[in-house]
Every structure is written in C-alpha cells, then in structure tokens.
C-alpha cells in the first residue's frame, strides 16, 4: 500500500516536499516513481528511482525536482523547487515489483501564477 502526500496550493517559485510512504515492502528493495496527471492530460512520468538508486527524470524538471528514498522512514520523497503553474496536477507514486504495479491515491499540487 502506497501513501503520498505533501501536495498544497503554492505560489510559482515556491516548493513543496512530497513524500510517498510504503507499508509491506522496504522502498530501498524495490523501484519507484513519482507521475503526474495534469487537468485534461495523460498520467506523466515525473521521477524514478531504482532499488540502485539510479534516477530518472522528465525533462521539463530536470534541474528542479530530486527523488530521493528516506530509509529511515520507508519513504519516497520528491522535493520539488521552483514551481512553475504547469506543474500543477495530480501527483502519484507507484511502486513495480516483479510484475505487479502499485499505485499510490495521488496528492494534488496546485501553483498559482
């Protein structure tokens, strides 16, 4: 079972800190990823991380948002700097595990201009 959370409403420029808890499974084992479903478009791939820790990002954030896995805490957390009103959406976690797929509920991130 996944978790997010840490969306808001914030002011372009701001930030935000989004954290996706997992239950059963110790996130440094498997590969996550944080999505994001903008009003009106398709489910977008914003982050990953692997079991590795290598990471991936979509080109329109590179430079402003970091994926990064608290042991700690068994999470996945996305700080997201420099908001711009087009990152705003829906954000989603999901883990992959051998064949299966998991999704988190979504947190909604709203940047207002």
């Known amino acids: 079972q996944l978790q997010a959370s840490g969306g808001g409403l914030v002011q372009a420029g701001g930030f935000l800190r989004l954290s996706c808890a997992a239950s059963g499974r110790i996130v440094s084992s498997i590969n996550m990823g944080w999505y994001r479903q903008a009003p009106g478009k398709q489910r977008e791939l914003v982050a990953r991380?692997?079991?590795?820790?290598?990471?991936n990002y979509a080109d329109s954030v590179k430079g402003r948002f970091t994926i990064s896995r608290d042991n700690a805490k068994n999470t996945i957390d996305l700080q997201i700097n420099s908001l711009k009103p087009e990152d705003t959406g829906v954000y989603y976690c999901?883990?992959?595990?051998?064949?299966?797929?998991?999704w988190g509920q979504g947190t909604l991130v709203t940047v207002s201009s």
């Open positions: 991380i692997t079991s590795l820790s290598n990471t």
């Open positions: 999901k883990a992959v595990l051998g064949a299966d797929v998991y």
